[in-house]
């Protein structure tokens, strides 16, 4: 992976864990974790991500197991915009990426229609399957054109 790219649970190319931000308050105190606090084994830290809440978003998916919203900070989202990956440059330093996964649910006013229910996490699938595209710097999602 391009060393400037950080897709949440991915850093410089190595699989680094999953960052789980789905948070409960703790039984004995009553309060909630800081979820900023949180760092995946081999050293990212989830405050590198803070602010991720209001990225702008890339995409969505859906599977029978989660709803995703794929969400890039301003470098990353310019760099979508100056045709990044399908130009065959990587993408520069300081470009990030987050993936919120949630639980999917059947609305209740139309029940066709499935939307968030409970957060899951945030999360990372891993630099092994990423290696499927090399060729688009090891990043899946293209920008979703507006």
């Not at 602010?51 to 890339?58: A, C």
């Not at 859906?62 to 100056?82: F, G, Q, T």
């Not at 999917?104 to 229910?117: M, V």
């Not at 899951?120 to 920008?143: I, L, P, S």
Request: aromatic residues 10%; contains cysteine; charged residues 20%.
């Amino acid at each position: 992976m391009h060393a400037a790219v950080r897709y949440l649970g991915v850093l410089g190319g190595c699989a680094v864990g999953t960052v789980t931000v789905a948070l409960a308050a703790s039984p004995a105190t009553g309060t909630t974790p800081d979820k900023y606090a949180l760092k995946v084994p081999g050293g990212l830290a989830f405050s590198e991500f803070k602010g991720y809440e209001s990225w702008q978003l890339v995409s969505l998916s859906r599977s029978e197991k989660a709803v995703a919203a794929i969400l890039a900070n301003p470098v990353m989202i310019d760099a979508y915009r100056a045709g990044i990956p399908g130009n065959g440059k990587p993408f520069p330093d300081g470009a990030k990426m987050a993936k919120v996964h949630w639980n999917p649910k059947k609305n209740e006013f139309f029940p066709d229609t499935t939307i968030p229910g409970t957060q899951h996490d945030v999360d990372k699938c891993g630099f092994a399957c990423h290696t499927k595209v090399k060729t688009r710097d090891y990043v899946f999602t293209d920008y979703g054109t507006r």
